[in-house]
């Protein structure tokens, strides 16, 4: 990778999400180095600063095969194994293989779509604000669910889950949206975690600890769902 590539990757265009919290800190920069004597203009850049860095939206590429689940967020795996999942997106009370990816604020917390499909339900619950890598934080906290009914009718499920210094979970779909493995759709500002509820037939292949890219990184393989003998 050139160092072009690289730099690129760490000052990637911001998201819109962040645009408030850039200009905000401009101005106090601006303000604090003109009027105010400049006491608050370091404040301000170091506030802009990072917040160019936390929002940065950098592209990204998808692996070329419709047979995979996508990590929906960059992190790393805090949890992986059976859960029900969130009951209000009325996908039955059977467990299925959750994992579960911790995004600190180091890392790039846009929301990409694991597979391609339709979103069929959306449900934002409000919550506490613990600490997201905790299991319990999967109940307990904010978040926002979504289900996605895949072109092979099965379906799997993506949930935005607020953490201990995130306040807002914003999310760009609406039920009925056509989605495409990789696509943006939310944003969770200043810490926060990602779980994917695989459907069944997928075989999961990430681990406790894996760094994921989103977008990018492969987290479960699509098998075939056998097809019950019609009854004589």
């Keep these: 990778m050139s160092l072009i590539s690289s730099v690129r990757l760490v000052v990637a265009k911001p998201h819109p999400a962040g645009r408030p919290f850039i200009l905000g800190g401009a101005a106090v920069a601006v303000v604090g180095g003109l009027l105010l004597g400049g006491w608050l203009f370091w404040p301000g850049l170091i506030f802009t600063l990072f917040c160019l860095y936390f929002f940065r939206d950098p592209e990204r590429v998808p692996p070329p095969r419709g047979n995979v689940v996508l990590a929906p967020a960059d992190g790393r795996v805090v949890l992986a194994g059976p859960a029900v999942p969130p009951v209000e997106l009325g996908l039955g009370e059977a467990p299925r293989y959750r994992i579960c990816i911790f995004l600190s604020v180091l890392d790039v917390h846009v929301n990409r779509m694991p597979v391609d499909g339709v979103v069929t339900r959306?449900?934002?619950?409000?919550?506490?604000?613990?600490?997201?890598?905790?299991?319990?934080?999967?109940?307990?906290?904010?978040?926002?669910?979504?289900?996605?009914?895949?072109?092979?009718?099965?379906?799997?499920?993506?949930?935005?889950?607020?953490?201990?210094?995130?306040?807002?979970?914003?999310?760009?779909?609406?039920?009925?949206?056509?989605?495409?493995?990789?696509?943006?759709?939310?944003?969770?500002?200043?810490?926060?975690?990602?779980?994917?509820?695989?459907?069944?037939?997928?075989?999961?292949?990430?681990?406790?600890?894996?760094?994921?890219?989103?977008?990018?990184?492969?987290?479960?393989?699509?098998?075939?769902?056998?097809?019950?003998?019609?009854?004589?």
């Design 122 to 232: 959306i449900s934002y619950r409000s919550g506490a604000f613990l600490n997201a890598s905790l299991d319990k934080a999967s109940v307990d906290n904010e978040r926002n669910a979504l289900a996605i009914r895949m072109t092979d009718g099965r379906d799997i499920a993506v949930v935005q889950i607020a953490g201990l210094i995130a306040r807002r979970i914003l999310c760009h779909v609406r039920e009925g949206d056509q989605v495409q493995a990789g696509d943006r759709f939310g944003i969770i500002r200043f810490g926060s975690r990602t779980d994917v509820y695989l459907p069944e037939g997928a075989r999961p292949l990430a681990s406790i600890g894996q760094l994921m890219i989103g977008g990018e990184t492969v987290v479960a393989e699509l098998l075939p769902v056998p097809i019950a003998a019609p009854s004589a």
